[in-house]
């Protein structure tokens, strides 16, 4: 074979070589963009939270209606007011309670003069009959002469106490017409601010009969004691009890977290249609270095903290998957599944126990499709947070 036919093959070799090579090179599995995490140490925290968004509660708040219906005719306060304990608030018209107030208020007086009236005749036949009975025992006048006297003392006596209970019947009567102005007017039952207002002086305002639900007059809220409430799993309540420690965040305040003290777990379970059955949690917050300024009715979330590790191996817990198992990110450009041992966990990270080591990476982007064991990566550096 000659030199020439023999490089000309050679060169054809190379031909098919690189043309292999480029149809490989074009087919070959490309890397998948993964997102990584580099294992670090800190702090783990097992806990639990509320299921639905649980709400900022006073610890006082009540809504005042009179006890009977009538015209609004003083409105002392108006919606926003800071009121004392014992402040007027409302005041139905209640001329015609006053007016009998007034009437009976007289009727005391006229009963008290009668008494006077009366026990003075009193006293004066009880000295009559003293004295009948002297001149009887000195035979002056007969036994019956003395018999009389006493009777008519006797007489005169029931009618002063009949006279002082008519005193005291008519004072019980002014009672009764004060305690009915009582049902016409709202004091503040507690220092606090008021809410709401439904009505307006000059309307007719009407209490709750039973069983019917209507609008209180007004709504009085002591924001100065607060606390938040949430429903919990019933799966969980087993799990809490007053003191632990727990953190709250409040829609209105994003991006912050408090931390309070839970101050009581119900004694029973909420069953409300169509949703999971409950235990309500009631929580209050530390004092905070800087007061924070909560609205009652604001939505709240609180997390319930179970246990709570420092310095600890941790893995990113979006990076588990079933039975304990993570992928690592290996020197050689592939991913490697291994399984590792965890303990305290939460939404956010789980403590590792063994299967990694600090500055190892594992993938947290396995819902991306070809994520698997021995798959070639590259790190998505584009979408790292």
Known sequence: MSSTLMRRLLLALLVVLLVVGVLWWAQRPKPIAVLL???????????????????VEACQRTKLSA???????????????????????????????QAQSALAQAQVETSRKRVAEICTLADNAEREAQRQGALRSQGFVSSAREEQAR??????????????????????????????????VLYAPFAGTIAKIVGEVGEYSTPSPPGVPTP???????????????????????????GQVV???????????????????????????????????????????????LLVGYSADVEVILALRENVVRVPTSALQEGGRVLVAGADGTLEERTVKVGLSNWEFAEVLEGLAVGERVVTSLEREGVKAGAAFVPDEKNRK
């Open 216 to 242: 209180p007059a007004i709504d009085l809220i002591d924001d100065t004691c607060l606390y938040v409430r949430a429903p919990m799993d019933e799966v969980d309540a087993p799990k809490v009890q007053p």
């Open 247 to 293: 953190r709250i965040s409040f829609d209105a305040l994003p991006g912050q977290s408090f931390a309070g003290t839970l101050k009581r777990v119900a004694p029973y379970v909420s069953a409300v249609e169509k949703q999971a059955r409950t235990v309500d949690i009631e929580a209050t917050l530390d004092p905070q270095p800087k007061p924070v300024r």
């Open 151 to 184: 009777a008519e003392a006797q007489a005169k006596r029931a009618g002063c106490d009949a006279a002082k209970a008519d005193v005291a019947q008519a004072q019980v009567r002014v009672k009764a017409t004060r305690v009915e102005q009582s049902r016409t």
């Open 67 to 97: 006890t009977m219906g009538g015209r609004i005719e003083v409105l002392a306060v108006k919606e926003g007011d800071r009121v004392k304990k014992g402040q007027l608030l409302m005041k139905l018209w209640n001329d015609d309670q």
């Open 37 to 55: 995490s580099t294992i670090d140490q800190g702090r783990v925290e097992a806990s639990i939270a509320n299921t639905r968004a649980g709400s």
